[in-house]
């Protein structure tokens, strides 16, 4: 299979290459440059964002050398990024739009995704430091401080940001079944994708099941099981698992590109974050080699239903409960 030949169509007709960059704890003096060779170096077609990471002022500079020096086309590019909860309500959601296109240095987004369906109250913020502005706030007992504005607010002002050109689609992340059949009931557009944490410890199975039928396409997020920020708290650590590292072994391949086959065989989008070149690198060198029958089931026999991203412990909201 062609890296091209993997694309996804959303509800909305265009493509969405199945493999992007994530960008999530992408250092400062490292997020750029992770960027700007995953596009000129290594065939990388589609990024992740977010205004949460604190980083798209400095992606904005890459995007801008590699399209005002042509290394790639604008329209060749897959961009997404994120809204952030302190930009939930209706006056708010464009201005938060316009401030990462400004960041980015673009004038669209390929997709522009509720982050969490959580609004909270913008903290203050001053214009030498504007993303103070993200700031969670607690209560007393240390449960975050939310706001009074439901997801149908947002996802109207969302619906606006396609009609004024701003972006080519919407869609949510962080969404359950029952957050998405609410949506469904009242979007005059439909979200295009439900971006969440999809890994082989995490397979979800019955949700993408549930977004393939409702034609919402499914991104797998920390689909390495973000060692990064987990290895030290005890948690397993996905890329060193026997099994995985037994198929990887007789493919001649890594760990890491023995989970990210497995997300494109099973038409998932998958998002890995690196900053390091030769895993960028290593991570999109998926397509000459397929999984068997047999491997795909010895994956899914390690469902543990292990999930790494859990906003309880920062937020004390039971969001998955
Ligand atoms: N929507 C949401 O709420 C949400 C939440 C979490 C993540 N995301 C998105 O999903 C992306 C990916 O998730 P993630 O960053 O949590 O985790 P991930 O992609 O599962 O793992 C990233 C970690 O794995 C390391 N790594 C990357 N390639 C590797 C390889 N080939 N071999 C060994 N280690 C490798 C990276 O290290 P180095 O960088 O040091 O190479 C980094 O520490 C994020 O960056 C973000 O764009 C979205």
Not at 13 to 28: E, F, Q, R, V
Not at 123 to 135: Q, V
Not at 269 to 282: G, L, Y
């Amino acid at each position: 299979m062609r890296q091209t030949d993997a694309d996804l169509k959303l509800n909305t007709g265009a493509l969405m290459p199945m493999i992007g960059l994530g960008t999530w704890k992408s250092a400062p003096n490292q997020a750029g440059e992770a960027v700007l060779r995953a596009i000129s170096e290594y065939g990388y077609r589609h990024i992740d964002c977010a205004a949460i990471y604190r980083n798209e002022k400095e992606i904005g500079k890459a995007f801008k050398n590699i399209f005002e020096n042509k290394i790639r086309r604008r329209e060749d590019i897959f961009i997404t990024s994120k809204l952030w909860n302190t930009e939930h309500r209706k006056s708010d959601v464009r201005k938060a739009c316009e401030a990462t296109l400004a960041d980015l240095n673009l004038k669209y987004l390929d997709l522009y995704l509720m982050h969490w369906g959580v609004a909270i109250p913008p903290h203050d913020a001053t214009p030498e430091n504007p993303l103070e502005r993200f700031t969670e706030q607690k209560d007393a007992n240390g449960f975050l401080i939310t706001e009074k504005v439901s997801i149908r607010e947002t996802w109207e002002a969302m619906e606006e940001l396609i009609k004024a050109s701003l972006v080519k689609a919407i869609g949510v992340s962080n969404f359950t079944a029952p957050m998405l059949i609410d949506i469904l009931s009242y979007a005059k557009i439909k979200p295009a994708i439900n971006q969440v944490e999809l890994h082989a410890y995490l397979q979800q199975s019955e949700l993408l099941e549930f977004c393939k039928h409702n034609d919402i396409v499914m991104t797998a997020y920390s689909p390495l099981g973000s060692p990064g920020n987990f290895k030290e708290k005890g948690f397993p650590i996905l890329i060193e698992d026997s099994a995985v590292k037994e198929i990887a072994r007789s493919h001649n391949k890594s760990p890491a590109q023995i989970l990210i086959r497995w997300g494109i065989q099973r038409k998932t989008v998958i998002i890995p974050k690196s900053v390091t070149p030769e895993r960028i690198k290593e991570n999109i060198d998926v397509f000459d080699f397929e999984l068997s029958e047999e491997e795909m089931k010895i994956i899914a026999g390690l469902n543990r239903n292990l999930r790494f991203v859990n906003p309880y412990p920062w937020w004390k909201i039971p969001y998955y409960n």
